[in-house]
């Protein structure tokens, strides 16, 4: 972290913040009635929203993790930075309406519909982690002078799972919508591994 | 607080401040109306939106203040840690739901339901404290060379009465839950209490 | 700003951020209708939302720019200052509701009980900013070493106005709603006032 | 960024964060029906709701980009640079009321009011961006020494488009919406360009 891109971080944390958070007003606490059946079924009908607050929180998660790490290595800022840096966080803004569709269509006619939209942003998104990157590390363009070239290296290569991952998942939908929700947390745990790097590094450094 | 270690904490109080102020949607102001019950009086009527909106910022903002004083002691983190953080954070953002249900419900059937989620997610949190703090503090692993031990065993002791305190306003429940949340409210101002301890270890560095 | 009480800062600033842009979410758009009377007459009956807006924006702007001001001489924390800069986070985080109130019942019946939550909501802040800076200042406390006392005087001197001023403010209320949400604009700048003060001790110190 | 100004800084990031992230929540679900258009179908009459939301997130986010540049060159903070920032950040909190406008009516009956409304904001906030760049630069008065006099006199030059380029928009709301919608966007673009000069003058300083 450097003073120039302290703030594009510090601002793309805040989107992140609100973003994750807002995704529970997707869950609606059912309303008072006096009909027959209890809260607790009321309550566990709504599955489909719990599962996909659930994916989409975790997505958020490891989508801020990736920017944290990214940024560890980017040093400079330039304007097809913030400018792919903006276009990344439209991306994960309009993840609270995607998860909001698919919780409400899960089980229903259009419940297809709603996963090529919910998959759809994050293709969206993953496409934008690449482009980003790419944009900072081709030729260590925007990279610290220290920055370590085999964690870059496995950046990069991991990222490129993104697209073919989330399609994957957006196929898969037309077999069974749910699984393929299912899948997208899959997604996020395997986005979530390579961490292990950069704290090796962060060892070595001692 | 570390460089490693401070973007998650950025990240985590921004949730937490998203979290504790949407609390506040969940009271809404009763429609204008010509009928005869005075504003005033429909207000009154809302007292469990109020008190479960009290109990609910209280409670987070213990949990901040807890948050924030475990990671005076952190220095390093990990895998493990930014995904028991995640999942921390991941309850927190449930409160706001689970808030709105006990409002919604106190005094109405399914009360019980709506305080089993509501404590439910107290313990869900609960456990994630202590989860979260096992894996940082155990053998030392990530804290700061200088952390005082005896403030991290207070901590430690501390957080052992989540799960029974929090299980106790859930079972408690069962008998009255208007009394249960009034428990909720005195739980988090126990775990308010410590806090004392890392002030005398300030002014002993002086 | 020191490292101790910079976390606080932080949140509070998140909580003071969220709180203000939540305003907005009580002015509706008018629902598309084609009906006779226009949307510019529609969004002109709306009036009394944007005074409601903002009178509490500049209220929450000046409440925020005062935060900041005594946090610039309180140097140390202790539980006393966590405790109540959590009821005056509290206290922010009502606005939102209070606001939605009085921009509803403005020009109906339950106008006064509203402007009485609306300016009851600014006692309560104004009494915790009292509260909190005497805990903090009283016998220089929890001051920094290097606290200009003019300054911290002065702060003492224009919060004593607070309770007074919104008490006036409420008392209005009884003759009429409408001009006393422009007493609480006034109030509002009163409030902003002080700061030349500050500038001045940042100047000297050249 | 100097220490005067950071929490300015802060506090302005978190508003346009939680706005920006908040225009989201114009965008809705269409609700379940088993009615004849299917949910595809429905989505796409929502392309309006996109479009607003596309052209006022890029709007807000190219706003943040010159918030930020300016406050790169901004030393010191005055009592008149907190007034005007407070005053512009009231005009960025107002965007996600007037996108639900513009989105609800594009099409509609009153469509050239919102159009009008929604200008409006724009120009009220280009106005505020002259202000308290004019307040801060005018004689140096709040610079920092070491400001670029090249990239000022940018800052200033690009600035004046501001007021006469959404008032164009305004006027071309008369002709066709949805047009004046996309020059907003074209708009936004040509407020991004500039940053190169604050980044060559980064690098002249190797």
């Known amino acids: ?20 958070t807002l995704l529970v007003l997707d869950i609606k606490a059912p309303p008072v009635s006096s009909a027959s059946p209890s809260l607790a079924v009321r309550l566990a009908h709504q599955w489909p929203s719990y599962l996909a607050f659930v994916t989409s929180f975790v997505t958020i998660l490891i989508m801020w993790v990736n920017h944290h790490r990214i940024f560890t290595h980017i040093g400079r800022a330039n304007d ?14 309009v993840v609270p309406f ?4 698919i919780a409400e269509y899960l089980g229903h006619d259009g419940q297809r519909t ?27 363009k925007l990279l610290r002078q220290d920055a370590d070239h085999h964690a870059v ?10 697209v073919p991952g989330y399609s994957a998942a957006l196929m898969f939908a037309f077999l069974n919508v749910t699984a393929s929700l299912v899948l997208n947390l899959l997604l996020a745990m395997f986005f979530a591994l390579p961490t292990h790097l950069s ?5 070595n450094a001692h």
């Not at 972290?1 to 994750?20: C, H, K, P, Q, Y």
């Not at 290296?153 to 993104?162: A, C, D, E, M, V």
């Open 153 to 162: 290296q496995l950046i990069t290569g991991s990222f490129r799972w993104g």
């Open 114 to 140: 709603a996963a090529v939209v919910y998959n759809g942003t994050f293709i969206f998104i993953a496409i934008l982690y690449n482009v980003l990157w790419h944009s900072a590390s081709a030729k260590g």
């Open 80 to 93: 097809h930075l913030l400018f792919f840096n903006g276009m990344l966080l439209l991306g994960v803004t």
């Open 98 to 101: 995607s998860t909001a569709l």
């Open 199 to 203: 704290r090796r590094r962060n060892s």
């Open 1 to 20: 972290m450097t003073n120039e891109t302290a703030r594009i971080e510090a601002f793309s944390d805040g989107v992140f913040a609100v973003a994750i």
